[in-house]
């Protein structure tokens, strides 16, 4: 089993430590107003970690994330879903999605600002905004390719519009949803920043914008560091749950 497993990792290891090694050698060849080394980084988020500041405002950005992004799964995988059954309502809603999945979302937080100030609300918006668009377009594609032969079987069964749901189309569908959850979980994670950055100041916005104005780049990337961290532990968290979900609909 340990051999299994460090034949089958070892790769993915190997290249997290010459990254570090890179980041290092980068820092310390280069000023630090610009970089600092990762050993360096690690120190001073330590230090962040044991004031308990870093914790006060992960656990703000938190809130935030998981606050939007559950929101934005509640309405992006039930309304993709409607979208594909329901044809003549895709076709009247398909050109705003496309063209919102498009926007650039921070160029309507001044929009959303003042239309409802500053607050928790307008922040929540602003990361469901980031993060439903994956969602719904993956939940409608995925159900859009649902071989018809498989509806038909299911009516020809009598099963009800309920049944045909829950039967058919959703394990059909999850793949491609779960696909768009990992889109979106990065996604997200900026809209997180960007509402602390242009909102109301918190989390771990906050602490990248008063260590920038203090000149602090070990806090900057410190906080970086653990945004990143926490993307790719969540993302590889939904592919492992994207690879379950395919080998269900397979079985």
Same mark, same amino acid.
């Given at each position: 089993?340990?051999?299994?497993?460090?034949?089958?990792?070892?790769?993915?290891?190997?290249?997290?430590?010459?990254?570090?090694?890179?980041?290092?050698?980068?820092?310390?060849?280069?000023?630090?107003?610009?970089?600092?080394?990762?050993?360096?980084?690690?120190?001073?988020?330590?230090?962040?970690?044991?004031?308990?500041?870093? $914790?006060?405002? !992960?656990?703000?950005?938190?809130?935030?994330?998981?606050?939007?992004?559950?929101?934005?799964?509640? &309405? $992006?995988?039930?309304?993709?879903?409607?979208?594909? +059954?329901?044809?003549?309502?895709?076709? $009247?809603?398909?050109?705003?999605?496309?063209?919102?999945?498009?926007?650039?979302? &921070?160029? !309507?937080?001044?929009?959303?600002?003042?239309?409802?100030?500053?607050?928790?609300?307008?922040?929540?918006?602003?990361?469901?905004?980031?993060?439903?668009?994956?969602?719904?377009?993956?939940?409608?594609?995925?159900?859009?390719?649902?071989?018809?032969?498989?509806?038909?079987?299911?009516?020809?069964?009598?099963?009800?519009?309920?049944?045909?749901?829950?039967? &058919?189309?959703?394990?059909?569908?999850?793949?491609?949803?779960?696909?768009?959850? +990992?889109?979106?979980?990065?996604?997200?994670?900026?809209?997180?920043?960007?509402?602390?950055?242009?909102?109301?100041?918190?989390? !771990?916005?906050?602490?990248?914008?008063?260590?920038?104005?203090?000149?602090?780049?070990?806090?900057?990337?410190?906080?970086?560091?653990?945004? $990143? !961290?926490?993307?790719?532990?969540?993302?590889?968290?939904?592919?492992?749950?994207?690879?379950?979900?395919?080998?269900?609909?397979?079985?």
């Amino acid at each position: 089993m340990p051999y299994t497993y460090l034949r089958r990792h070892l790769p993915f290891w190997i290249s997290i430590l010459i990254g570090i090694a890179i980041w290092e050698i980068a820092g310390r060849s280069t000023s630090q107003a610009f970089m600092v080394p990762f050993s360096e980084t690690i120190v001073t988020l330590w230090q962040l970690i044991k004031s308990g500041e870093f $914790g006060r405002q !992960l656990l703000e950005s938190a809130k935030l994330f998981v606050t939007g992004f559950v929101l934005a799964l509640a &309405v $992006g995988m039930p309304l993709g879903l409607l979208l594909a +059954r329901v044809r003549f309502l895709r076709i $009247g809603v398909e050109p705003y999605i496309m063209a919102l999945y498009a926007t650039p979302m &921070v160029a !309507l937080i001044p929009f959303i600002l003042s239309l409802m100030g500053f607050g928790f609300a307008p922040k929540v918006l602003v990361v469901f905004l980031f993060a439903v668009f994956p969602v719904l377009y993956n939940t409608v594609e995925g159900a859009r390719s649902i071989k018809p032969e498989l509806i038909e079987v299911a009516k020809s069964f009598r099963s009800s519009e309920w049944a045909l749901w829950r039967e &058919v189309m959703l394990p059909y569908t999850l793949p491609y949803t779960m696909t768009g959850v +990992r889109q979106s979980i990065g996604r997200a994670l900026v809209g997180m920043i960007a509402a602390e950055f242009f909102l109301s100041s918190t989390g !771990l916005g906050q602490l990248i914008m008063t260590a920038s104005q203090n000149f602090d780049t070990g806090g900057v990337f410190a906080s970086i560091f653990v945004i $990143g !961290l926490i993307g790719v532990g969540l993302m590889r968290l939904g592919l492992k749950i994207e690879q379950h979900f395919v080998r269900w609909r397979q079985g």
